[in-house]
T-cell receptor, first 114, second 116 residues
Framework: EPEVTQTPSHQVTQMGQEVILRCVPISNHLYFYWYRQILGQKVEFLVSFYNNEISEKSEIFDDQFSVERPDGSNFTLKIRSTKLEDSAMYFC????????????FGQGTRLTVV | AQKITQTQPGMFVQEKEAVTLDCTYDTSDPSYGLFWYKQPSSGEMIFLIYQGSYDQQNATEGRYSLNFQKARKSANLVISASQLGDSAMYFCAMREARSNDYKLSFGAGTTVTVRA
């Protein structure tokens, strides 16, 4: 069964460093998302991507964040100059689009900023 | 304003019994979808069940069923015949049709612990 894959599963980084979280969405899906879950809290929407551009972003997704789909298969989230409060689980998800709008989630990347 | 409200932070259930997880939602969009996800301690998000706002019947998937009460704006998840492996966090989420990108808004989650 096709699945969304994320790498790495866990990343530890120094405060101020840049990190790139990688995702391979399901191949025929059209919509891609990043969500964030701070430990013990709810899952929060960060950004959606469709037709090679950002479709919508939340207030969390400030200039520190960027997304790319560099080669038609990978979908990356870059966090510049990480802060302690960026520590969270980051989920990538993809959706085929209408009429089926179920989002399929990857297993997540746990980011720890020290 | 919260779009999804889950009022039960944690619940205990005896193995083989049924448990109902509450979810209420808020939207003015006539077209929307409601989802339930399971998050075990390993962290991944597992899709369980989906209910569309225009669906006439309550959704069912194996031991999972969704008690959809549109007038009350509630979409409670019922897990029947609980198993130890059902111990996890459960999230209710909503997608509104006016959101062109079909993003999900999540509730705070309910932790379910199944006792042997």
């Amino acid at each position: 069964e096709p699945e969304v894959t994320q790498t790495p599963s866990h990343q530890v980084t120094q405060m101020g460093q840049e990190v790139i979280l990688r995702c391979v969405p399901i191949s025929n899906h059209l919509y891609f998302y990043w969500y964030r879950q701070i430990l013990g809290q709810k899952v929060e929407f960060l950004v959606s991507f469709y037709n090679n551009e950002i479709s919508e972003k939340s207030e969390i997704f400030d200039d520190q964040f960027s997304v790319e789909r560099p080669d038609g298969s990978n979908f990356t989230l870059k966090i510049r100059s990480t802060k302690l409060e960026d520590s969270a689980m980051y989920f990538c998800a993809s959706s085929p689009g209408p009429p089926n709008t179920e989002a399929f989630f990857g297993q997540g990347t746990r980011l720890t900023v020290v | 304003a919260q779009k999804i409200t889950q009022t039960q932070p944690g619940m205990f259930v005896q193995e083989k019994e049924a448990v109902t997880l509450d979810c209420t939602y808020d939207t003015s969009d006539p077209s929307y979808g409601l989802f339930w996800y399971k998050q075990p301690s390993s962290g991944e998000m597992i899709f369980l069940i989906y209910q569309g706002s225009y669906d006439q019947q309550n959704a069912t998937e194996g031991r999972y069923s969704l008690n959809f009460q549109k007038a009350r704006k509630s979409a409670n998840l019922v897990i029947s015949a609980s198993q130890l492996g059902d111990s996890a966090m459960y999230f209710c989420a909503m997608r509104e049709a006016r959101s062109n990108d079909y993003k999900l808004s999540f509730g705070a989650g309910t932790t379910v612990t199944v006792r042997a």
